[in-house]
């Protein structure tokens, strides 16, 4: 199985500044064939199911604003949130579709300092 | 506007059973592979089982294999997951997701918490 790390497990960021989180796969998640990075970013708002924010490491799902941006390649990946708003108080969680069985990382709960 | 709407969670004792289910409405749902995820409370996202369009390919979590059966009826466009033999450790909000054209989740349901306690 391709075990998932998240770091950090918490943030703090202050309004208007810049949310960095990173993921760790424990093997390449980059497929030969067609160049591309089986990883996506989810959002988890309290009491809420998880929204699909990117895939294929870096691709927005449609209506996700663009202050939410991933990269990397192979192993290492980020989710940045420039310009944090209020509304980003959530959990994130990486997730790999390379093979089953799907894992998500931890998840990295950030909040407003 | 997709919705998928989930039911049958509740209250069971160990080694019991249960059934899930999962409504889908807004998108064409026999052209769709389908998965169940679910979250103990306060933890992370756990995968638990795939479904393919058709009904034919089904893959599992290693924990749940042999106790758990995922399922479809595409003329009631709805998704099931038959949970056998329940543990403590089945206890989370369990999550039917769409799955997008790759093997992430664009669409979730809101959940329903399954609760194993004597």
């Known amino acids: 199985d391709i075990v998932m790390t998240q770091s950090p497990d918490s943030l703090a960021v202050s309004l208007g500044e810049r949310a960095t989180i990173n993921c760790k796969s424990s093997?390449?998640?980059?497929?030969?064939?067609?160049?591309?990075?089986?990883l996506a970013w989810y959002q988890q708002k309290p009491g809420q199911p998880p929204k699909l924010l990117l895939y294929?490491?870096?691709t927005r799902e449609s209506g996700v604003p663009d202050r939410f941006s991933g990269s990397g390649s192979g192993t290492d990946f980020t989710l940045t949130i420039n310009t944090l708003q209020a509304e980003d108080v959530a959990v994130y969680y990486c997730?790999?579709?390379?093979?089953?069985?799907?894992?998500f990382g931890g998840g990295t709960k950030v909040v407003i300092k | 506007q997709v919705h998928l709407v989930e039911s049958g969670g509740g209250v069971v004792q160990p080694g019991r059973s249960l059934r899930l289910s999962c409504v889908a409405s807004?998108?064409?749902?026999?052209?769709?592979?389908m998965h169940w995820v679910r979250q103990a409370p306060g933890k992370g996202l756990e995968w638990v089982a795939f479904?393919?369009?058709?009904?034919?390919?089904?893959y599992y979590v290693e924990s749940v294999k042999g106790r758990f059966t995922i399922s479809r009826d595409n003329s009631k466009s709805a998704l099931y997951l038959q949970m056998n033999s329940l543990r403590a450790e089945d206890s989370a909000v369990y999550y039917c997701?769409?799955?997008?054209?790759?093997?992430?989740?664009?669409?979730w349901g809101q959940g329903t918490l399954v609760t194993v306690s004597s």
């Open positions: 479904i393919s369009y058709d009904g034919i390919d089904k």
């Open positions: 997701a769409k799955k997008k054209s790759v093997d992430c989740f664009d669409y």
């Open positions: 997730q790999q579709y390379y093979s089953i069985p799907l894992t």
């Open positions: 294929w490491a870096s």
């Open positions: 807004g998108f064409t749902f026999n052209s769709y592979d």
């Open positions: 093997q390449s998640l980059l497929y030969s064939s067609n160049n591309e990075n089986y």
